[in-house]
């Protein structure tokens, strides 16, 4: 007999929950997106990611905050991924250019779904959360911003 998960296109895993993976930067709205998966028994595994521009989590004043403890506090998993070289190469030449101002750009977001994406297929999980906020930064890659 098909259960609600699997008409829904979940697979159902050992777990017998939905899996995913959670762009986690440590802020907010990345931390409450991956409560509400808890909450409703899906199974979270968050990555963090790190470039060269001061990305040590272990600082206060970096770009990501440390992961760890919140994934302590509430029961999720955490992988640290290291962006490196490919990071760089798109700040050199971005594909969808340069923002007036320093930004989150459309070309280093493609970079986290794609490497979340193959990790999620590594772990074998169902769907990607991001927290993103609708329309918080709808211009972030236009030069006139």
Known sequence: M?????RKGLKIHKTGKAKA???????????LAILV????GIDVTAITFLTHFGCDITDSSSC???PMPVAKEFGFKVKLSH???KFIEIVKNPGFGHGKNMNPCIDCRILMLREAKVFMDLIGADFLVTGEVLGQ?????RKEC
């Not at 993976?21 to 931390?31: C, E, M, R």
């Not at 930064?137 to 890659?141: A, D, H, I």
């Open 137 to 141: 930064r709808p211009m972030s890659q």
């Open 37 to 40: 998966m808890l909450r409703q």
């Open 64 to 66: 990501s905050h440390n």
């Open 21 to 31: 993976v959670a762009l986690l930067s440590g802020g907010l709205d990345s931390t």
């Open 83 to 85: 962006l490196a070289d």
């Open 2 to 6: 098909e259960t609600a998960k699997e």
